[in-house]
């Protein structure tokens, strides 16, 4: 998917943590715990897009 979402929490690189990111879902913004692939953290404030759902309330995002 490549769903638009804006980071709340740093995700640590490498799936090494979790972050967090707000994302709207049936248009009402929720909360979501985040993982990347990334070989660099994802810093507070970035822009990313949903790679994949890994379970509900958890997905894998990449840099937009």
Not at 10 to 33: D, F, H, L, W, Y
Not at 35 to 57: F, L, Q, R
Request: with cysteine; charged share 30%.
């Amino acid at each position: 998917g490549s769903e638009m979402c804006i980071r709340d929490r740093r995700i640590p690189a490498e799936r090494s943590g979790t972050g967090k990111i707000n994302v709207i879902v049936q248009e009402k913004m929720v909360e979501v715990n985040a993982v990347t692939d990334e070989n660099e953290d994802i810093p507070t404030g970035a822009a990313v897009v949903v790679d994949s759902v890994v379970s509900d309330g958890l997905v894998v995002v990449k840099k937009q």
